[in-house]
Protein backbone atom coordinates (compact mmCIF):
# COMPACT_ATOMS: atom_id res chain seq x y z
CA UNK A 1 0.00 0.00 0.00
CA UNK A 2 1.05 3.83 -0.29
CA UNK A 3 3.26 4.51 2.58
CA UNK A 4 5.07 8.34 3.67
CA UNK A 5 7.25 7.96 6.12
CA UNK A 6 8.43 11.16 8.25
CA UNK A 7 10.59 10.67 11.25
CA UNK A 8 8.43 10.58 14.10
CA UNK A 9 10.97 11.70 16.21
CA UNK A 10 11.13 15.70 17.01
CA UNK A 11 13.77 17.38 16.10
CA UNK A 12 15.38 19.74 18.12
CA UNK A 13 18.14 22.41 16.48
CA UNK A 14 19.69 25.51 17.67
CA UNK A 15 18.60 28.67 16.40
CA UNK A 16 20.54 30.15 13.78
CA UNK A 17 21.30 26.08 12.37
CA UNK A 18 19.64 24.56 9.09
CA UNK A 19 16.77 22.28 10.37
CA UNK A 20 16.97 19.29 7.72
CA UNK A 21 13.28 17.01 7.49
CA UNK A 22 12.84 13.77 5.77
CA UNK A 23 10.26 12.24 3.42
CA UNK A 24 10.23 8.76 2.21
CA UNK A 25 7.49 7.35 0.23
CA UNK A 26 6.89 3.52 -1.03
CA UNK A 27 4.39 2.34 -3.76
CA UNK A 28 4.03 5.79 -5.03
CA UNK A 29 4.78 7.68 -8.03
CA UNK A 30 4.15 11.22 -7.22
CA UNK A 31 3.75 13.61 -10.18
CA UNK A 32 3.64 16.71 -7.29
CA UNK A 33 5.13 16.37 -3.73
CA UNK A 34 4.25 19.26 -1.36
CA UNK A 35 5.46 20.51 2.45
CA UNK A 36 3.15 22.45 4.52
CA UNK A 37 3.51 23.80 8.22
CA UNK A 38 0.97 22.82 10.75
CA UNK A 39 0.82 24.72 14.17
CA UNK A 40 -0.92 22.43 17.19
CA UNK A 41 -4.54 22.83 17.17
CA UNK A 42 -4.62 24.86 13.29
CA UNK A 43 -4.95 23.76 9.81
CA UNK A 44 -2.04 23.21 7.38
CA UNK A 45 -0.59 25.61 5.93
CA UNK A 46 0.70 25.11 2.46
CA UNK A 47 4.66 25.95 1.78
CA UNK A 48 5.93 24.29 -1.15
CA UNK A 49 5.17 22.46 -4.29
CA UNK A 50 7.75 20.49 -5.97
CA UNK A 51 6.99 18.61 -9.20
CA UNK A 52 8.60 15.76 -10.26
CA UNK A 53 10.47 16.61 -13.14
CA UNK A 54 12.53 19.14 -10.87
CA UNK A 55 15.22 18.60 -8.74
CA UNK A 56 15.40 21.33 -6.21
CA UNK A 57 13.12 24.20 -5.17
CA UNK A 58 13.44 27.76 -2.98
CA UNK A 59 11.58 29.53 -0.95
CA UNK A 60 13.39 32.44 0.68
CA UNK A 61 14.88 30.34 3.36
CA UNK A 62 13.64 27.13 2.65
CA UNK A 63 14.43 24.87 0.32
CA UNK A 64 12.99 21.81 -0.76
CA UNK A 65 14.58 18.29 -2.96
CA UNK A 66 13.51 15.91 -5.36
CA UNK A 67 15.16 12.65 -5.89
CA UNK A 68 12.17 10.39 -6.94
CA UNK A 69 15.12 7.25 -7.67
CA UNK A 70 15.66 7.27 -3.67
CA UNK A 71 11.82 8.04 -3.53
CA UNK A 72 12.46 10.79 -1.03
CA UNK A 73 12.65 14.50 -0.28
CA UNK A 74 14.15 16.74 1.84
CA UNK A 75 13.19 20.08 3.45
CA UNK A 76 15.67 22.49 4.61
CA UNK A 77 14.95 25.66 6.71
CA UNK A 78 18.13 27.76 6.69
CA UNK A 79 18.71 30.25 9.95
CA UNK A 80 16.57 28.73 11.59
CA UNK A 81 14.19 30.53 14.47
CA UNK A 82 12.25 29.63 16.78
CA UNK A 83 9.06 30.84 15.25
CA UNK A 84 9.65 28.26 12.81
CA UNK A 85 8.99 25.48 15.60
CA UNK A 86 6.33 23.58 14.10
CA UNK A 87 4.64 20.40 12.53
CA UNK A 88 5.90 19.74 9.20
CA UNK A 89 3.34 17.81 6.59
CA UNK A 90 5.06 16.08 3.55
CA UNK A 91 2.46 15.67 1.06
CA UNK A 92 2.00 13.40 -2.22
CA UNK A 93 0.08 13.64 -5.01
CA UNK A 94 0.14 11.54 -8.57
CA UNK A 95 -0.67 12.18 -11.95
CA UNK A 96 -4.19 12.19 -11.81
CA UNK A 97 -4.54 14.46 -9.30
CA UNK A 98 -7.41 14.05 -7.70
CA UNK A 99 -6.40 13.40 -4.02
CA UNK A 100 -3.41 13.89 -2.12
CA UNK A 101 -1.56 11.73 0.71
CA UNK A 102 -0.24 13.30 3.86
CA UNK A 103 2.78 11.88 5.92
CA UNK A 104 2.13 12.08 10.03
CA UNK A 105 4.37 14.79 9.94
CA UNK A 106 7.95 15.60 12.04
CA UNK A 107 7.70 17.87 15.10
CA UNK A 108 10.46 21.04 14.58
CA UNK A 109 11.48 22.66 17.93
CA UNK A 110 13.99 25.82 17.27
CA UNK A 111 15.67 27.11 20.83
CA UNK A 112 16.91 30.50 21.20
CA UNK B 1 -5.10 35.34 -0.06
CA UNK B 2 -7.37 32.50 -0.99
CA UNK B 3 -8.86 31.73 3.16
CA UNK B 4 -11.33 29.82 4.09
CA UNK B 5 -12.75 29.01 7.82
CA UNK B 6 -14.24 26.68 9.30
CA UNK B 7 -17.27 27.23 12.39
CA UNK B 8 -17.45 26.24 15.24
CA UNK B 9 -13.55 25.37 15.87
CA UNK B 10 -14.59 23.51 18.79
CA UNK B 11 -17.93 21.79 19.98
CA UNK B 12 -18.37 18.99 22.55
CA UNK B 13 -21.33 16.77 22.67
CA UNK B 14 -22.78 14.14 24.04
CA UNK B 15 -22.90 10.72 22.60
CA UNK B 16 -25.78 9.90 20.19
CA UNK B 17 -26.08 13.82 19.41
CA UNK B 18 -25.32 15.12 15.76
CA UNK B 19 -22.88 17.57 15.21
CA UNK B 20 -22.76 20.06 12.38
CA UNK B 21 -19.51 21.67 11.02
CA UNK B 22 -19.46 24.65 7.99
CA UNK B 23 -16.25 25.01 5.81
CA UNK B 24 -16.64 28.37 4.28
CA UNK B 25 -14.52 29.83 1.34
CA UNK B 26 -13.90 33.56 1.87
CA UNK B 27 -12.75 34.90 -1.09
CA UNK B 28 -12.75 32.67 -3.88
CA UNK B 29 -15.24 30.17 -4.91
CA UNK B 30 -14.56 26.53 -3.78
CA UNK B 31 -15.17 23.88 -6.92
CA UNK B 32 -14.29 21.19 -4.98
CA UNK B 33 -14.09 20.99 -1.35
CA UNK B 34 -12.33 18.00 0.89
CA UNK B 35 -12.82 17.02 4.45
CA UNK B 36 -9.83 15.46 6.67
CA UNK B 37 -9.99 13.87 10.04
CA UNK B 38 -6.85 14.03 11.92
CA UNK B 39 -5.85 12.13 15.09
CA UNK B 40 -3.60 13.04 17.52
CA UNK B 41 0.08 12.26 15.97
CA UNK B 42 -1.28 11.18 13.04
CA UNK B 43 -1.60 12.15 9.32
CA UNK B 44 -4.66 13.86 7.46
CA UNK B 45 -6.89 11.28 6.41
CA UNK B 46 -9.19 12.15 3.30
CA UNK B 47 -12.90 11.19 4.22
CA UNK B 48 -14.78 12.69 1.38
CA UNK B 49 -14.46 15.09 -1.59
CA UNK B 50 -16.90 17.17 -2.85
CA UNK B 51 -18.46 19.45 -5.84
CA UNK B 52 -20.78 22.02 -5.71
CA UNK B 53 -24.01 20.64 -5.88
CA UNK B 54 -22.97 17.17 -6.54
CA UNK B 55 -22.83 14.12 -4.28
CA UNK B 56 -19.63 13.57 -2.30
CA UNK B 57 -17.06 10.93 -3.37
CA UNK B 58 -16.37 9.10 0.20
CA UNK B 59 -13.42 7.02 0.68
CA UNK B 60 -13.16 3.45 1.51
CA UNK B 61 -13.88 2.79 5.42
CA UNK B 62 -15.79 6.27 5.43
CA UNK B 63 -19.71 5.40 6.39
CA UNK B 64 -21.45 7.95 4.21
CA UNK B 65 -24.84 7.98 6.64
CA UNK B 66 -22.76 8.79 9.30
CA UNK B 67 -20.18 11.70 8.12
CA UNK B 68 -23.61 13.48 6.08
CA UNK B 69 -21.74 16.05 3.23
CA UNK B 70 -23.79 18.91 1.74
CA UNK B 71 -21.63 20.96 -0.76
CA UNK B 72 -24.49 23.74 -1.08
CA UNK B 73 -22.82 26.34 -3.03
CA UNK B 74 -19.37 27.23 -4.11
CA UNK B 75 -18.25 29.13 -0.84
CA UNK B 76 -19.95 26.67 1.39
CA UNK B 77 -19.77 22.74 2.56
CA UNK B 78 -21.44 20.98 5.85
CA UNK B 79 -19.87 17.80 7.25
CA UNK B 80 -22.65 17.11 9.81
CA UNK B 81 -21.73 13.95 12.32
CA UNK B 82 -24.84 11.95 13.05
CA UNK B 83 -25.60 10.00 16.37
CA UNK B 84 -21.61 10.69 17.67
CA UNK B 85 -19.81 8.68 19.91
CA UNK B 86 -16.99 8.86 21.48
CA UNK B 87 -14.54 7.00 18.81
CA UNK B 88 -15.45 9.86 16.42
CA UNK B 89 -13.56 12.59 18.80
CA UNK B 90 -11.00 13.95 16.85
CA UNK B 91 -9.94 17.32 14.58
CA UNK B 92 -12.14 17.65 11.73
CA UNK B 93 -10.31 19.97 8.75
CA UNK B 94 -11.72 21.22 5.48
CA UNK B 95 -9.71 22.22 2.39
CA UNK B 96 -10.78 23.81 -0.67
CA UNK B 97 -9.94 24.56 -4.41
CA UNK B 98 -10.51 26.51 -7.19
CA UNK B 99 -9.82 24.21 -9.87
CA UNK B 100 -10.81 20.46 -10.60
CA UNK B 101 -8.59 18.49 -9.18
CA UNK B 102 -9.07 15.68 -12.29
CA UNK B 103 -8.13 18.15 -15.02
CA UNK B 104 -5.29 20.31 -13.17
CA UNK B 105 -2.93 18.35 -10.26
CA UNK B 106 -0.98 21.13 -9.47
CA UNK B 107 -4.09 22.77 -7.96
CA UNK B 108 -3.36 24.43 -4.56
CA UNK B 109 -5.38 23.41 -1.80
CA UNK B 110 -6.46 25.99 0.94
CA UNK B 111 -6.78 24.50 4.38
CA UNK B 112 -9.66 25.39 6.88
CA UNK B 113 -8.23 26.31 10.95
CA UNK B 114 -10.03 22.87 11.79
CA UNK B 115 -12.80 22.38 14.36
CA UNK B 116 -12.16 20.06 17.19
CA UNK B 117 -15.01 17.51 17.35
CA UNK B 118 -14.97 15.97 21.49
CA UNK B 119 -17.62 13.32 21.89
CA UNK B 120 -18.86 12.33 25.53
Known amino acids: SQKIEQNSEALNIQEGKTATLTCNYTNYSPAYLQWYRQDPGRGPVFLLL?????KEKRKERLKVTFDTTLKQSLFHITASQPADSATYLC???????????FGAGTRLFVKA | GAVVSQHPSWVICKSGTSVKIECRSLDFQATTMFWYRQFPKQSLMLMAT?????????EQGVEKDKFLINHASLTLSTLTVTSAHPEDSSFYIC????????????????FGPGTRLTVT
Open chain 2, 50 to 58: SNEGSKATY
Open chain 1, 50 to 54: IRENE
Open chain 1, 91 to 101: ALRNTGGFKTI
Open chain 2, 95 to 110: SATEEEPGLAASYEQY
